[in-house]
């Protein structure tokens, strides 16, 4: 899987690249929040109240951060389970006609022993 120009991505190792690029994201947002405490600092808005407002920013965030990641790993859980009920249906068509001849070699055995 091609995410990226550079790189090919195995199907475990895209969740890792995606909370690479959130964590970079995240980095520009950084210093734009930076920007914007200054700019409230100059409209006279009192450090109590910025505190505040980014300290529940934080945690909405964190938050948001947290819903994402469970949905990226619930998705990959789902298609795990797809695959191995898939291949359970596969291997219950499978097994009755391997048993019958398991059974049918087992009697020829026992007939041949007597």
């Known amino acids: 899987m091609f995410l990226d120009k550079e790189k090919s991505l195995c199907k475990k190792c895209v969740p890792e690249y995606i909370e690479e ?10 210093s734009e929040e930076d920007g914007q405490v200054e700019d409230a600092r100059m409209a006279g808005i009192k450090t109590m109240a910025i505190n505040a407002y980014q300290t529940e920013q934080t945690q909405i965030s964190r938050s948001v951060d947290h819903i994402s990641k469970f949905n990226r790993e619930l998705r990959y859980m789902q298609e795990g389970i797809t695959e191995s009920d898939e291949e359970s249906t596969k291997f219950l068509r499978e097994l009755p006609p391997l048993m019958s001849a398991l059974f049918e070699k087992l009697q020829e055995a026992v007939v041949r022993c007597e």
Do not use: A, T
């Not at 690029?21 to 950084?30: A, H, L, P, T």
């Open 21 to 30: 690029n959130i964590k970079k994201q995240k980095k520009g947002k950084d």
